[in-house]
């Protein structure tokens, strides 16, 4: 069974910093591009950053450049998104993605998701 599952969310403050994490089941997600996204309540999903599987290439989005990376741990089959310099307006249910075609934060773009996992950043 194909699933990415997410974990590592919750409360922090203004300037903290979290590390989410992707793990996958039934697939080997370095064969795969990766985005993650993030939904904020009555917003669109928004895609923040992606990995290309080829290359290791990663693009931002403006509001994450400079404070998001992505990592990957092969042998544990995860992906991880540090977040540092936190800031209210990323509070978002975060959702990470993989996929095998185009590298791309169209989040239309992308077959397998995870369920999300809850960032509030709050003083």
């Known amino acids: 069974q194909v699933q990415l599952v997410e974990s590592g969310g919750g409360l922090v403050q203004p300037g903290d910093s979290l590390r989410l994490s992707c793990a996958a089941s039934?697939?080997?997600?370095?064969?795969?591009?990766i985005g993650w996204f993030r939904q904020a309540p009555g917003k669109e999903r928004e895609g923040i950053l992606c990995?290309?599987?080829?290359?290791?290439?990663?693009s931002y989005a403006d509001s994450v450049k400079g404070r998001f990376t992505i990592s990957r741990d092969n042998p544990k089959n995860t992906v991880y998104l540090q977040m540092n310099s936190l800031k209210p307006e990323d509070t978002a249910v975060y959702y990470c993605?993989?996929?095998?075609?185009?590298?791309?934060?169209?989040?239309?773009?992308?077959?397998?998701w995870g369920q999300g996992t809850q960032v509030t950043v709050s003083s």
């Open positions: 993605a993989a996929d095998t075609g185009i590298v791309t934060m169209n989040p239309f773009e992308y077959d397998y």
């Open positions: 039934g697939f080997t997600l370095d064969y795969y591009n």
């Open positions: 990995l290309s599987s080829s290359d290791g290439r990663m």
